[in-house]
């Protein structure tokens, strides 16, 4: 690898877990607790928001109190070192990249730390919505605020922005996900397709080890600093 290359990060819950937050499923996981359909579809939503509240506010607040780990730290300086030749892309509502230091930063599932207006879509942060009686209700239009998570049957952010990356990356680095929910899933086969050498860094071999290049089996905190300083 040349140390002129683009490198494009893609994470996954399990670089937040030695940071003390749950994956969704590995045992103990979030999916092990809480079906889909019930907290994470637009439909479950509808349904029961109270819910799909409660599990939300719940996860705000351990992200709210977590701290980012060894491994979002080595993103964050990297940053400092490769400017726009890096980017990291991740499925994470956490906001654990941002607190390190993380700007070239494209958060595709949302941000717990985000809601948004069902009816107007006007945009709030969550810091300032009242849950004392009831859900929050958008101060212009009286509708219900929803987190601003991407849902399971909704479409991920920046879509279009991350075509580009995958195409223009020599080289693309997976980092603590299982691989197994599109469109992300698809992301490594797509950047092999144009060019880009893959690796992945993650405690279990993941489901799209396929397309990956080169495999380091274990915690991201451990590998993915001394990964990165090679790249610097
Ligand atoms: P998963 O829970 O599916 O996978 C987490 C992966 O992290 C597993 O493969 C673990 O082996 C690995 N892992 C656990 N601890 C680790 C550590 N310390 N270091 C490195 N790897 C570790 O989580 P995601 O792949 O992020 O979407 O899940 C993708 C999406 O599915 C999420 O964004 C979420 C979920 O449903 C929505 O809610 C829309």
């Not at 996981?29 to 109270?50: C, M, Q, S, Y």
């Not at 299982?178 to 950047?191: E, I, L, N």
Request: proline residues 5%; negative net charge; glycine residues 8%.
């Amino acid at each position: 690898m040349s140390k002129k290359d683009k490198i494009l990060v893609l994470t996954g819950a399990g670089i937040s877990a030695d940071s003390g937050l749950a994956t969704f499923r590995d045992s103990g996981g979030l999916w092990e607790n809480h079906a889909i359909e019930d907290v994470a579809t637009p439909e479950a939503f509808a349904k029961d928001p109270v819910l799909v509240w409660t599990f939300y506010k719940q996860r705000y607040q351990q992200a709210l109190s977590s701290e980012p780990n060894q491994a979002h730290i080595a993103l964050a300086k990297f940053e400092e070192h490769a400017g726009n030749r890096f980017h990291v892309i991740t499925q994470n509502v956490d906001g654990l990249h941002k607190k390190a230091g993380n700007h070239c930063l494209y958060e595709m599932h949302g941000s717990l730390f985000r809601s948004y207006c069902t009816g107007c879509g006007t945009k709030y942060p969550m810091s300032e919505l009242e849950f004392a009686d009831h859900l929050p209700h958008c101060p212009k239009c009286d509708m219900l605020i929803r987190p601003d998570i991407v849902w399971f049957g909704e479409i991920p952010y920046f879509l279009y922005e991350i075509e580009n990356l995958l195409k223009k990356c020599d080289v693309f680095i997976i980092v603590g996900t299982s691989g197994s929910v599109y469109p992300a899933a698809g992301f490594a086969m797509t950047a092999k397709y144009f060019g880009a050498k893959t690796i992945a860094v993650n405690l279990d071999p993941p489901d799209n080890r396929t397309f990956l290049d080169e495999f380091y089996q274990g915690k991201a905190s451990e590998i993915l600093p001394s990964l990165l300083d090679s790249l610097v």
